[in-house]
């Protein structure tokens, strides 16, 4: 990219970009309706996108619209699919607007409803502050171990995301370890002090266990060739760094619990190749 293009007209180009990447075409319209600039600034960056990419598109004259060409490389925009689909989904759950998006055609989508998790905003607004200031805070917490609440103080080191609900990693001065505090399960937060727990070391966070996911053996060659092509495996597993801390989370999440019987494996796409990096002391987590 041209070092001396400004910021805002990068931004452009790279919009230019998206549209004759995903979508095929764009005008002038596309440019005036999303940033807001006028048909005459519109033109100048078509122009200017001409000039930097002469292959990439093509003018229609009576559609009036630019199309990409077959020799068309992307020169702004690095095209992932997990960007389209990341905006797709957010349109979808009503995160943004269709406007707010660059996509402009968006395909019928139809996302399976999430049982939302909600989270007082005090409550992690208190949280944070705790985190950036370095206090401990005394919460009326719902263990799922125990029938009631009770009062605890614990020091906040790290929020967490389990891919279902939002964590705080904490030393608990009840239990005298670190802990995995469940954000929406704290009913109040009544106090804070200045920690007394900052020499304290959290070793399963800080310790990272390397797992190898790979097919089910079970499965036909062309279906375990599928499921590599799926999850971007080379040769024939991916690895995956989790925190020792989190690792219950993760094997739940995907089936991979090293400890399940062989059979109640037969229906898994994926499996654990390396159970031996699980460490000795790994309990399950119930959720």
């Known amino acids: 990219m041209d070092e001396g293009i400004r910021w805002e007209a990068s931004k452009r180009l790279e919009f230019i970009d998206f549209r004759l990447y ?26 200017k996108y001409q000039e930097l ?3 990439n598109l093509d003018y229609d004259r009576s559609g009036k619209f630019y199309f990409a060409t ?8 690095e095209p992932t699919s997990d960007d389209y689909l990341s905006q797709l989904k957010q349109i979808s759950s009503g995160l943004i607007t269709q406007n707010e998006s660059i996509i402009k055609s968006v395909p019928d989508t139809y996302l399976i409803p999430v049982l939302e998790r909600k989270l007082p905003n005090d409550t992690l607004k208190t949280i944070i502050h705790s985190l ?24 906040p080191k790290s929020l967490a995301y389990d891919g279902f609900r939002w964590h705080i990693r904490s030393y608990c001065f009840t239990r005298k370890d670190f802990r995995d505090f469940a954000i929406g399960r704290i009913w109040e937060i009544k106090a804070q002090r200045p920690t007394e727990a900052e020499e304290k070391e959290d070793n399963e966070w800080n310790t990272f266990i390397t797992l ?8 036909s060659e062309n279906q375990k060739n599928t499921i590599e092509m799926e999850y971007g495996m080379e040769n024939g597993f991916k690895e995956v760094y989790v925190r020792q801390s989190l690792l219950s989370y993760f094997l739940r999440r ?3 619990d090293h400890k399940c019987a062989q059979d109640e494996m037969a229906g898994q796409h994926i499996v654990l190749l390396n159970a031996e990096s699980i460490p000795d002391n790994y309990k399950p987590i119930g959720f």
């Open 70 to 77: 077959q020799e068309f490389k992307p020169v702004f925009y």
């Open 53 to 55: 990419a002469p292959r």
């Open 132 to 155: 950036k200031n370095k206090t401990d805070l005394n919460v009326f917490y719902q263990s799922m171990s125990r029938q009631d609440p009770s009062w605890r103080w614990i020091a």
């Open 254 to 256: 995907y089936g991979l």
């Open 22 to 47: 995903w979508e095929g075409r764009v005008n002038r319209g596309d440019l005036t309706d999303f940033f807001g600039i006028s048909i005459p600034q519109a033109s100048n960056d078509l122009s």
């Open 212 to 219: 190898k996911i790979g097919p089910n053996p079970n499965l």
